[in-house]
């Protein structure tokens, strides 16, 4: 299994940022990787939303990225400390930018918040975010949550949750997030959704055959988990996805959840609908591989 090492950290600069580089760096010490910090500074015409045409514009663009890459040289400088971290700024939109150098830099890991902002944030996915995590190939870590992980509160992964719908994809999400589980010394719950039964017609389900499906999952989960050689806890429940990842991670505490997304083509099956949803409903930070 390839660690998770070379870690790509878009940035803002702001406290959303922040918590997400907390993550990064713990996974950079784990895995003893490196970060590329990333920062975008969005196109003048786009920033004032008009064109500009006056005099001295060369010297005000050449200021504003140097004012950029200085706050860019300083920003969690010491929260890495001695860890390597390569500082680089560009110009251009966010998303696309971000996409590019994710390709381009051949990295194992993104890391960023999900950028949701006002009352509704934990319900909304930034456009940036939802770019990211449908257009790149490599793992991304984001969540609702990060920026309620202060400085000075330490951040482990003991409890670990794998949401696969049984897909050809179920085994590549549960490697990594195995692999995690071992890394970290973490507790690993894998959970699986079964269509929900709707109140007005449960009188009408055969009830042997509610049974025969979870008997199914959980034989297949098995199959999964001994090909994964793993020894996890399983949760079975009827619901929606999102509203069964999110019962299961709040169940057992969770620290971190990972969910099963086709490369360049969103999440796969079932989670392909919801994976969205995941991300913006789940307790904690969410790994889509």
């Known amino acids: 299994m390839t660690p998770l090492a070379n870690i790509l950290l878009p940035v803002d600069f702001s406290e959303r940022s922040a918590a997400a580089g907390r993550y990064a760096k713990v996974f950079a010490c784990r895995f003893k990787g490196e970060v590329t910090m990333l920062h975008a500074l969005p196109p003048l015409d786009a920033l004032y939303g008009m064109e500009l045409g006056y005099t001295g514009l060369g010297e005000f663009i050449e200021h504003r990225k140097a004012d950029a890459q200085r706050t860019l040289d300083d920003f969690l400088a010491d929260e890495f400390g001695s860890l390597p971290v390569d500082r680089v700024l560009v110009e251009g939109d966010p998303a696309i930018e971000i996409v590019r150098v994710a390709h381009e830099g051949n990295y194992d890991l993104v890391v960023m918040p999900t950028h949701g902002y006002g009352p509704f944030r934990r319900f909304v996915l930034g456009s940036v975010t939802a770019k990211v995590l449908h257009d790149t190939d490599c793992p991304v870590?984001?969540?609702?949550?990060?920026?309620?992980?202060?400085?000075?509160?330490?951040?482990?992964?003991?409890?670990?949750?794998?949401a696969v719908d049984l897909g050809p994809q179920s085994g590549q999400a549960l490697a990594v997030a195995a692999h995690l589980a071992h890394e970290f010394h973490a507790k690993l719950t894998l959970v699986h959704a079964l269509p929900p039964i709707a109140a007005g017609v449960a009188r009408y389900f055969d009830a042997e055959l509610q049974l025969q499906l979870e008997k199914d999952a959980r034989e297949r989960l098995l199959e999964l988990a001994m090909e994964a050689r793993v020894s996890p806890d399983f949760v079975v429940e009827h619901g929606e996805v999102p509203a069964v990842v999110k019962s299961a991670a709040e169940s057992v505490n969770a620290d971190l959840a990972v969910i099963g997304r086709h490369h360049g083509s969103g999440v796969l099956g079932r989670l392909r609908a919801h994976g969205y949803s995941i991300v913006r409903e789940s307790p904690c930070p969410v790994l889509s591989v």
């Open 141 to 162: 870590l984001t969540g609702t949550h990060l920026a309620e992980i202060g400085p000075a509160t330490p951040i482990f992964f003991r409890n670990i949750v794998c």
